[in-house]
C-alpha cells in the first residue's frame, strides 16, 4: 500500500481521504535546498517523532522517538556529512529545530527523499508534519493532528508515499 498525493491539497491511504498543504511552490522534479517546493517521486518513511511532554505516544507500528530539546535536522550545505540527518544541535552547523514552541513538529515523519547518501543542496528536512490552518510549507506535507492520527493508526514502516 502507498500514501498517495493527490494533488495539493489531497492526500490518500487506501479508503481515507485527507485535507493537507505542501510547499508554497507546489511540486518539483528538481528540489533544491530552500526552494520552498515539494519533491515529487515514490519515497519510504522514517520513524515517528513525537512531543512527549505535548501529548501521549501515538498508537503506530512505526518506531517512535521522543523529541529531545537538543534535536535538530541538518539543512546546512557546507556540511556534507551531516547534510539531511538528525542531529545533536551544534551552533555551527545550520538546521531545523525540532523541539519548537509552535505545534507542528509534535508530531512529525521524515520522508526519506535524499535519504540514504544525501547530495548537499538537493533538499533536506522534507517531512510530514501538523499544521493548524493548511498554510504552504516549506516544502513537507502537513496535515491537521487529528488527520495525522487517523494515519499513523494505519501505516508502518514498509509503506510508501508517492508524490506526483
Known amino acids: 500500500m502507498t500514501i498517495f498525493l493527490k494533488n495539493k491539497q489531497t492526500l490518500i491511504f487506501d479508503d481515507f481521504i485527507f485535507k493537507c498543504s505542501i510547499g508554497t511552490n507546489g511540486l518539483t522534479n528538481n528540489k533544491i535546498e530552500g526552494d520552498k517546493k515539494t519533491p515529487r517521486g515514490i519515497f ?5 517523532y513525537y512531543r512527549k511532554d505535548r501529548l501521549k505516544k501515538p498508537e503506530t507500528k512505526l518506531k517512535c522517538l521522543v523529541i529531545k530539546k537538543n534535536m535538530g535536522w541538518c539543512d546546512d550545505i557546507k556540511n556534507s556529512k551531516k547534510y539531511n540527518k538528525l542531529i545533536k544541535i551544534n551552533k555551527s552547523i545550520k538546521h531545523e529545530k525540532l523541539f519548537r514552541k509552535d505545534h507542528k513538529y509534535d508530531l512529525l515523519i521524515p520522508i526519506k527523499y535524499n535519504f540514504k547518501n544525501p547530495k548537499v543542496g538537493l533538499g533536506s528536512c522534507i517531512f510530514i508534519h501538523l499544521t493548524k490552518n493548511y498554510k504552504p510549507t516549506a ?12 494515519l499513523l493508526k494505519l501505516i508502518n514502516k514498509k509503506i510508501k508515499i508517492k508524490i506526483n
Open 139 to 150: 516544502g513537507c506535507i502537513a496535515l491537521k493532528k487529528r488527520d495525522f492520527l487517523i
Open 44 to 48: 519510504g518513511l522514517e520513524n515517528l
